[in-house]
């Protein structure tokens, strides 16, 4: 049996009501989700930053919120197509969620 990769699990971020309302606003596809889906860090790996979480799924794209400290950004990531069913985002380091 492979061993389960350590997830970072990190989700000390300050999603301001300005990047609520920005994340809310981008365009996303018919299937986009309405509403924020906050989330822990999620790379497969125990790391110093930055943090990457999810914010708002898409379809296809997700917001996420990158972060290290009390810096912190919002960037819309293409999904990773390296491996099927792969939670994270194109060119994330480490290996795929699944
Ligand atoms: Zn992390
Ligand atoms: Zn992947």
Avoid: N
Avoid at 7 to 33: I, K
Wanted: glycine share 12%.
């Amino acid at each position: 049996m492979e061993a389960v990769p350590p997830t970072c699990w990190r989700g000390d971020y300050q999603l301001t009501p300005a990047l609520t309302e920005t994340a809310l606003a981008v365009e996303g596809g018919r299937h986009a989700a309405p509403e924020l889906d906050l989330g822990w860090c999620v790379l497969p790996t125990v790391h110093g930053g930055p943090h990457y979480a999810v914010v708002r799924d898409l379809c296809g794209l997700v917001v996420w919120i990158k972060w290290l400290g009390p810096l912190a950004e919002l960037v819309v990531l293409p999904d990773c197509r390296r491996t099927d069913g792969c939670g994270l985002f194109a060119g994330h380091p480490g290996v795929c969620s699944r």
